[in-house]
């Protein structure tokens, strides 16, 4: 016969449940069959005896009541009971000290707060460039202070009159700044020098963050063969996680994330769509090319832009594609097949010299209508992209681009022929955002030829700069944009948009100190050299038939360009 379990203990009257089901008045000990000397303990569907379950009551006291009981029970269950009493003591225990850590925490941080920021001692900057040179690998720089004092430093900076350290200059303060943010973001000295000159301080900080995060992958829809729709619909059956790039694009998609690569789906091998950055798509809508124009795009590869110009044309017209890099244009030609384009012509030249080489499009073709000039540069806009741009540019390299992109720019213009019906534009962009290679080249086109700025037809972006540190430009240049990362999550971007007026070319000045004294007054840098030239020309006939020394010609001639300005 099966043995009959332990008498549980309820509220009421002392109950005991058999195992046939009978309900028995009773002691409360143990019965045990003869033949087996076990015992089984019949317990609820939970696994838990039920009375227990209900009456519990804090630890203290359910532990002073459960003693005079655990005499009847046996030994497994008063060890359970046990481990269960310690277990909720160690809980108990645990929540109290998180509850001290917390509470230690907050006033901890209230200390951080209220602890006014202070300037380490020479002696302490010197030690951490000791320990920086001769000990990196074993101790490298404790980012996290060098954080904090980051974030202490911009709010002294901020409110540097009620903040600041007795007898410390802003200077000192800029200086440890410019060390701090050099170290944690690993910029080089010279290129955090020339962001300091372009942004605010609170601002510099969110572009120097926003160069640590990648940009989002966009594409753009080749119109040429699918609508952008349709192409949405088929990625997203491929497991894309998509969303349109924004109202200012009709064809751009930015992609979250994939399930498939996005450069090898039957999408993109058929030429559905280009894997293009968003800020490529402005300078081509800010060329608004039209229907059977003749278009140039200066510096083309890899071909992005040119089978965007090609798909708003809709495959009419004329396109000529060129780059001075040879090797690149096997990607263009590349491209072009894919995306379905017909209407391109690509060639390998050098953009400095292509008016002088292409003569004949004067006379053939009548000049273009509109030239795009994707100008190289140091590539400070795009340092997600490529951080190497960090450590590896300084003053020679920024110099090296700007000289460059005056030659190239003069080049554009030169290839535009100003009584086009339609067209007349040149559109200049590069992947910069310093001020040399942007704002100087402008102004000096401005100078050089006969064209003026007129606006981008973007919505968005930030004006250009009119005056730069001891710099003043053309009021007109703020009609240039520029785009950042940390503002429109995009690469660095500047496009300026000229229309030109005159294919004729000023004649050169000889006078930089009516340049530097008056930089746009044109009409007066036009009236005035005709004088000097009679003048100049006069003192030269005379003197043919017995000719000065040159030292004295040097002489004459500076006599005869400072007389019109004493006038």
């Known amino acids: 016969a099966p ?21 028995e008045e009773g002691s409360w000990e143990m019965e045990e069959e003869d033949e087996e000397g076990s015992s089984e303990e019949m317990v609820d569907d939970y696994g838990a005896s039920s009375s227990e ?53 907050d006033l ?187 278009i140039l795009d200066m510096c083309c590869a890899p071909g992005g832009k040119t089978s965007y110009i090609a798909q708003l044309m809709k495959n009419t017209g004329m396109i000529l594609a060129n780059d001075s890099n040879a090797e690149r244009l096997r990607s263009v030609v590349g491209n072009l097949h894919r995306l379905g384009v017909t209407n391109a012509v690509v060639s390998n030249c050098d953009g400095r010299q292509f008016p002088k080489v292409c003569s004949s499009c004067f006379e053939v073709l009548g000049g273009f209508d509109r030239v795009l000039l994707d100008a190289p540069c140091s590539g400070t806009g795009i340092i997600s992209k490529d951080p190497a741009v960090k450590t590896n540019k300084d003053e020679k390299d920024i110099l090296r681009c700007a000289h460059l992109q005056k030659e190239l720019i003069l080049s554009a213009i030169d290839s535009v022929n100003a009584a086009s019906e339609t067209g007349g534009y040149i559109v200049y962009c590069t992947c910069s955002i310093t001020v040399e290679e942007n704002e100087w080249v402008v102004d000096y086109a401005l100078k050089k030829r006969n064209v003026r700025l007129v606006a981008t037809g973007l919505d968005f972006g930030k004006e ?36 030109k007026f005159s294919n004729a070319i000023p004649q050169a000045q000889k006078e930089p100190a009516v340049e530097a004294a008056s930089p746009s007054a044109v009409p007066d840098t036009v009236t005035e050299p005709q004088p000097k030239k009679k003048k100049l020309e006069g003192s030269k006939a005379d003197k043919e038939q017995k000719p000065p020394q040159p030292a004295l010609k040097k002489k004459h001639s500076l006599q005869a360009q400072r007389r019109p300005l004493k006038a």
């Not at 009541?65 to 030994?75: A, F, H, T, V, Y």
């Not at 710099?471 to 944009?481: A, D, E």
Request: charged content about 30%.
């Open 3 to 23: 043995a009959k379990a332990r008498k549980i203990p309820s509220k009421g009257n002392n109950v005991e449940l058999s195992s046939d089901g009978e309900v």
């Open 53 to 105: 379950e209900e009456e519990l009551l804090p630890i203290e006291k359910a532990a002073l009541k459960q003693k005079p009981d655990r005499g009847g029970l046996s030994e497994d269950e008063s060890e359970e009971e046990e481990d269960e009493e310690e277990e909720a003591i160690e809980e108990a225990s645990r929540q109290k000290t998180g509850q001290k850590e917390e509470e230690s925490s």
């Open 108 to 294: 901890q941080l209230n200390l951080d707060i209220d602890e006014q920021f202070k300037l380490p001692t020479n002696e302490q900057i010197e030690r951490e460039d000791i320990l920086f040179i001769f000990f990196l690998p074993a101790e490298p720089p404790d980012l996290h202070i060098i954080h904090q004092r980051i974030k202490g430093n911009m709010e002294v900076l901020q409110d540097f009159a009620g903040k600041r350290e007795e007898g410390r200059t802003r200077q000192e303060y800029l200086a440890l700044l410019r060390r701090d943010m050099a170290a944690y973001y690993s910029y080089s000295d010279f290129l955090l020098m020339k962001l300091m000159d372009i942004f605010p301080l609170p601002e510099l900080i969110n572009f120097l963050e926003a160069n640590e995060v990648p940009r989002p992958v966009t594409i753009r829809t080749n119109t040429l063969k699918t609508r952008r729709r349709d192409l949405a619909q088929a990625l997203i059956n491929r497991g894309v996680n998509l969303d349109p790039l924004g109202k200012w694009s009709k064809t751009g998609l930015v992609i979250y994330d994939s399930s498939v690569p996005i450069g090898a789906t039957p999408e993109y091998l058929a030429g559905h769509y280009m894997l293009q950055g968003a800020s490529s798509l402005l300078p081509v809508m800010a060329l608004a090319p039209q229907e059977n124009e003749r």
């Open 464 to 499: 250009g700069f009119t005056r730069f540190k001891d710099r003043r430009f053309h009021p007109s240049l703020k009609c240039t944009r520029r785009f950042y990362p940390h503002t429109h999550n995009m690469d660095g971007f500047f496009i300026a948009k000229f229309k």
